[in-house]
């Protein structure tokens, strides 16, 4: 009869143990669903994060193109004359810094103005900014055919 009782309160301790262990944890299957629920919403959600940032930089850089040029038209109108350099901006104060190109370093391409327009026909200066980058913008031109 021991012996019985024994082996009874051994298969019900095995059931008790089975069935906390299955409350607790997860099972295979649950965890391959879970993750692909999360790799389906990571590949809607990159493509969407990836314009977002391109559209930023962008912007920035329809902004950036706008000062430049409007600084250099401003330093035009002041000084009888046009620029030589952008660090000439930045010297009579017309802007605090050059800012990057969309390549992420200064490489604006400077357009010189035509001798039969400049203020001064011997000394031609720069006429206006744009992008140094030959990549491809989001509407289809390269970033180097972007005026402000």
Do not use: C
């Not at 143990?17 to 990571?42: A, C, D, K, P, Y």
Request: proline share 4%; net charge neutral.
């Amino acid at each position: 009869m021991k012996f019985k009782s024994k082996v009874r309160n051994k298969v019900r301790n095995l059931e008790g143990r089975s069935q906390r262990s299955r409350i607790r944890g997860f099972t295979l299957i649950e965890m391959v669903v879970v993750i692909s629920m999360i790799l389906v919403l990571l590949s809607i959600a990159l493509p969407m994060y990836n314009r977002s940032i391109l559209h930023s930089k962008e912007t920035r850089l329809r902004q950036d193109l706008k000062t430049l040029n409007e600084a250099i038209d401003n330093y035009s109108l002041d000084k009888g004359h046009a620029p030589q350099n952008l660090d000439d901006l930045v010297q009579a104060g017309y802007i605090k810094f050059i800012p990057d190109d969309i390549t992420g370093s200064n490489t604006w391409q400077t357009q010189q103005e035509d001798p039969q327009n400049a203020w001064d026909p011997n000394n031609t200066g720069i006429a206006s900014v744009r992008s140094g980058s030959d990549a491809e913008a989001s509407d289809g031109r390269p970033y180097s055919a972007w005026d402000h």
